[in-house]
Structures are given as C-alpha cells and as structure tokens.
C-alpha cells in the first residue's frame, strides 16, 4: 500500500502509531538541521519531521516543494508551543522511510500563490492542487450529490438524453457536429434537452431529471460557458405552484449539504414589479436603494430636460443612493454610464448642511426639496435621478447604476432568495424585427390572458426565474400540452407551417398521442456552486473552463485537423478574405 492514512487524517489518539502516508511536498523548512516538511493530498496537511541523523545530506537536499513522495514513520504528540490549528496541528510524524515517487520540476507558480488566471488555465493541475480550488470542487460535488438524493427522494428517475441531436431555431447558436456517414448533415449538440424531457412525459415517465450538460455558441463573459451544468428537471400533472414548491425544497436540500441556511419560504415578485422597483430581472434586493417614480414631482417643472421628457409622455424615476461620494466629476461618470443604455445623463442632489446641494438646485430646488422631504433623507444622503421617454430602457439603465454603486458602497451578506413571476410571454428582437419566445416556444401563455383578447405582446407567460443575490440560479415553465396552441404560438413568432414541420414536425406529431399536463425548470449548477462559494465567476467552480474566448489554455482547444479528417466529413475549409 502506498499509504495507511492520508495527510488529513491523524490526531492525537494516533500518538505511537506507525504510519504510511503519500502525497506532494507542500513546504519544507530547515530549523537547526531538522527538516520539517508538510506533506499535503486532498484530505489535508501533515508536517513531518526529517532527521538528518537518519537521512544522508544528499537524499535531504534532493527534496524540493511539489515532490511526490511517500514515508513510513511514527506518529508524535507535538509539544503545547507547537501545536497549530490545522485538523492535524497537534501531532507530527517522525520519518523513518522516505520514498521520492515522482521529481517535480520547479512549477510556474505554487499552489494557492496569486498568478494571473490566464497562467492558472494554462497549468491548471497546478492551480486545482490549492484548498481554495479543492473546495470549491468538493463543495459542487457535494451539491450535485444532494440534488441527486432529493430528487431520488420525491421519486424522480435520472434518465439521460443524446448529446448529437437536431439543430432547431430559437435560443443561442448551435455547436454543430459534422456526420460522416451522411454527408452534408449535421449533428446540434443540446443547449438543452427541451424538447425530449417534454417527449418523457409524453411517455408516461412523469418525474425526470438529469445533471446534464449544455452547449450554447454564444459570446462569453464571467457567468457564462460553451459548455455548462444545469440540474434539469420535469414533472407530468402539475401546476406552477407545484414545480415552484419543489424546486424550493431541492436548493434548500442543496444549500444545505455545504452548511447555508436558505429562507424557509423564498418571496416572489412580478416580472414588471421587478423592473420597476429595480431595473432588473434578477435582482438583488440587497442593495436596498429602490427605484421610485418621481413624475408627480415635476408635474410644474420648467426645466427643459425634463419638461420635454414629460410632454413626450416619458417618465422620471430615481433612488436613494444613501452616504456615497458625490461631486460634479463622478455625477458626469454617472452620465457616461447611463449613456449607454440611450439616457441622456444624470440628475442629482445631496442635502449638506440642512440644504439642497447639486449643479441644477438653482433650476431644481423646490422639486427636490420635495423628494428630501417625502424620501426622509439625512445629512450627507445623495438622491440620483433620470428622465427618459422609453420607461423599460429607463428602469434597465438607473437598475444597472443601482448595482454599480451598491457593489462599491454597499457590504452585503446573506442570501436573497425569491421568484420573479409573470414574464412576457414574448420579447421584441430589434436585430430580427420580429416578436420572439422570452423563455422558449414551449412555454405555456397565460390563456385567461388570451380569452381576454389580450394582445400578444401583452400576453403573460406560465414562466418563472428563481433569483439567488441578484443572479437567476435556475428558470422554467409550465409547457404546452396542446398541438393547436403550439402551433399558433409558431405562427406568433413567425415560423412558417413548412419551418415548424421542418424544424419541430417529430415533437408536433408526438403532441397528437395524448399528453399530460407538464412542467419543469432547470438549474444552473455552476451558478449554485458560485454563489455558495462566494465567487462572481463560474471558471472558479469548473473544473476544466473555457477562457472568455472559448479557449481552452490547457489543451490548446479549439485547434486545427487534418485535411483527411475533414475529408471523411465532407467539409471544405474556405480560406478568409
């Protein structure tokens, strides 16, 4: 046996013991001719005692950190002045044999030290040996281990589902997969399994998930990847209520297994509360600092900026900042900001000295002396404001300058949890100038909405967001059940009969044999493990991720193939002009 113990493993009960142990040279200090070392493998530390006595000089000075070797010796009770807080810190182990298993040349950096990421992607074998990285492994494995014994619990059934399946419109860029054997087709890999957790409960299987992966070609930032985790889920014969109330029970289940307490009941918020109070979707709440409409205000107003907004039927809004740093240089890098999202700039003003402070009171004062008084500011409180005539854009732009100044003024801890509810059924997309699916065009509309001769713009959908600390952890629907309702949604958003058969003719011809009534929703596992680690960006709780290009630095992935590998597949490179 390499080892009878591992690094994380002795106390003091072991004391007098002989023990094997195997792992990398963490640290090695030279005190008097004793050589402490610290051995260290996944499960943790342990310091072990060299003495030069019993080792030759040259088999001592051969030693260096990131070594892989194994000892025998005797487990010792560490003297009181010694003892550390390490699970180990009371004993040590005096070596009595002493293997090198593997030489370690010197690494570009050591475990844990601060390097560039770029240097840690490219050594990442390197990086993963540090605790922070180990942890943040074990703790999404034990996250993906509890989502697994919930749901086992309430008599789900994991079943998984093809990765080379059908490219179909809607959403992100497919990944596409050439075949060989058919020339000129290709493979989709999923950006979800949509439509064949759907074609499950068809099938009678009336409680399924998966812990699946996702491919979506799309443009990368912190919280996204090529490739990610979702913690997929689908239910026959329910109601939203009843997929909601699960899935509350399941990250309650997850959070739990790593120690965080989630809220006993999660809050739940309509989309357009959301966006009026916050600017945003997914909101953190927080902040504090909620956006307030200030049109009564200005109702008389003579200053241009706003009046002409008014008579335009816009809108004025604005928040209480609180005690943040305010001059005329950061208000105009306050305008820059909201500049773009299309506003024209900022408003302000501070109350100083039991007055109105800012670079329009002489123009404003009466309108915000009414604000300091209806808001309760206090001393040294700044209220920002804005005007614009498209009401969504405003709330998006003051949201997004709610968070900028929360994150730089505002210590937060905690965790919010809630629902965001009764989305829009459908969204405008600018670049197509047409009407698309807000979720997807599975999603069931609100038919009471439609019954009521609600325009479809206007039309809410059977659709809900569960938002952790401002990010959507997870998202889901109440789906369509009906072929009829399923293809005039097709219609809706401009697919033809010919595209829809085309494109969905298998999914339309199962809608014909008899379908349940169904829902689900699916969960970002990378994001759980983020926000239960407490990092911003989802590469640090992935094993192997992607650089915000798409790059892997460790493989060297995406790379070329041979001209015969491209060959069998049928593809002709055309060279770029």
Known sequence: MYRTHTCGE??????????????????????????????????????LVVNPAVFPQEVISELSREDVVQVTGTVRKRPPEAVTSEPTGEIEVFVEELKILSKSALPPFYPGDDVSEELRLRYRYIDLRSPRMLNNLLVRHKMALAAREYLNSKNFVEIETPYLTKSTPEGARDFLVPSRLKKGNFYALPQSPQLLKQILMISGLDRYFQIVRCFRDEDLRADRQP????????????????????SEGLIRHIFKSVGIELPEKFDRITYEEAMEKYGSDKPDRRYGMELVDLAKYFENTDFKVVRSVLD???????????????????????????????????????????SVVSTTSKFLEREYQAIWKDFGLEEGDVFILAAHDDRERLNEALGALRLKIGKEYVKVSGFDALWVIDFPFLEYNQEEQRYVARHHPFTMPHLEDLERGVEWPKVRAYAYDMVINGFEVG???????DRE????????????????????????????????????????????????????????????????????????????VSPKQLEEVGIELRSES
């Not at 004391?15 to 030279?30: E, H, Q, S």
């Open 10 to 47: 002795l106390r003091v009960s072991d004391d007098g013991k002989r023990v094997t142990l195997a792992g990398w040279i963490d640290r090695i200090r030279d005190l008097g001719g004793v050589k402490f070392l610290v051995l260290r493998d996944r499960y943790g530390k342990t310091q």
């Open 227 to 246: 490739e990610f985790t979702q913690i997929d889920i689908e239910m026959s014969f329910v109601h939203m209520e009843d997929v909601m109330e699960l």
């Open 312 to 354: 335009a039927g816009g809108s004025v809004k604005g928040f209480k900042a609180g005690k943040i740093q305010m001059s005329r240089k950061i208000a105009d890098e306050y305008g820059e900001f909201l500049k773009n999202f299309g506003l024209g700039g900022v408003l302000w003003f501070k109350v100083e000295g039991g």
């Open 475 to 481: 998202g889901g629907s109440i789906r369509i059940h």
């Open 485 to 560: 309702i399923q293809e005039k949604v097709f219609e809706v958003i401009g697919l033809s009969k010919d595209e829809a058969r085309e494109k969905f003719g298998f999914f339309l011809e199962a809608l014909q044999y008899g379908v349940p009534p169904h829902g689900g929703i699916a969960f970002g596992l990378d994001r759980l493990v983020s926000i239960a680690v407490g990092v911003d960006n989802i590469r640090e709780v992935i094993a192997f991720p992607k650089t915000s290009s798409g790059t892997c630095l460790l493989t060297g992935a995406p790379s070329t």
